[in-house]
T-cell receptor, first 111, second 112 residues
Framework: AQSVTQLDSQVPVFEEAPVELRCNYS??????LFWYVQYPNQGLQLLLK??????LVESINGFEAEFNKSQTSFHLRKPSVHISDTAEYFC?????????FGGGTRLMVKP | ETGVTQTPRHLVMGMTNKKSLKCEQH?????MYWYKQSAKKPLELMFV???????ENNSVPSRFSPECPNSSHLFLHLHTLQPEDSALYLC???????????FGPGTRLTVL
């Protein structure tokens, strides 16, 4: 069995503050890890992914995530958020022939 | 057109109506998916097609009927839906099964 847990359903934060969105997973096989972002009234867009190699991966808009195998985590971080980062963020894990999404975390950036 | 497109973007239907949702991908992918996204619930995978063949049906009620005539097109036929079926229906595609998925903008369905 495989599962993904996003511990926080909502994260309010002020503009220019740092943020961490947490993702933990369980799987009995090697995994690939993804973060997707969903802006209001849109579909999901891939933000970043870990397939192999360096455990720290970065997106083009300043987000980064670190794969921690011992803690089975793939937390998403940004050192300084913008209003435009307000969205729902989904962590997903592919293990074998299964892709599992977390429940999502709504990031609310306040001015 | 590029990426994954879905039509219509919004749909309101009565419980006795029959309607269809359409998804088209212009990425040359081989796998396509239907997801249901309801408020305050996790994303639910409904159906999976790989090279036009259905590989997964996650216990979806028969009032939802998928069709995949080719690797670029995916339909979801709807009939005698219930109000609790109101949700955002997302289509996605990937090059290989369960690899990185590209999503369409979704169809917002309201069942009256």
């Amino acid at each position: 069995a495989q599962s993904v847990t996003q511990l926080d359903s909502q994260v309010p934060v002020f503009e220019e503050a740092p943020v961490e969105l947490r993702c933990n997973y369980s799987s009995s096989v090697s995994v690939y890890l993804f973060w997707y972002v969903q802006y209001p009234n849109q579909g999901l867009q891939l933000l970043l992914k870990y397939l192999s190699g360096s455990t720290l991966v970065e997106s083009i808009n300043g987000f980064e995530a670190e794969f921690n195998k011992s803690q089975t985590s793939f937390h998403l971080r940004k050192p300084s958020v913008h209003i435009s980062d307000t969205a729902e963020y989904f962590c997903a894990v592919k293990g074998g022939n299964m892709l599992t999404f977390g429940g999502g975390t709504r990031l609310m950036v306040k001015p | 057109e590029t990426g994954v497109t879905q039509t219509p973007r919004h749909l309101v239907m009565g419980m006795t109506n029959k309607k269809s949702l359409k998804c088209e991908q212009h990425l040359g992918h081989n796998a396509m998916y239907w997801y249901k996204q309801s408020a305050k619930k996790p994303l639910e995978l409904m159906f999976v097609y790989n090279f036009k063949e259905q590989t997964e049906n996650n216990s979806v009620p028969s009032r939802f009927s998928p069709e995949c005539p080719n690797s670029s097109h995916l339909f979801l036929h709807l009939h005698t839906l219930q109000p609790e079926d109101s949700a955002l229906y997302l289509c996605a595609s990937s090059q290989a099964l369960y690899n990185e998925q590209f999503f369409g903008p979704g169809t917002r369905l309201t069942v009256l």
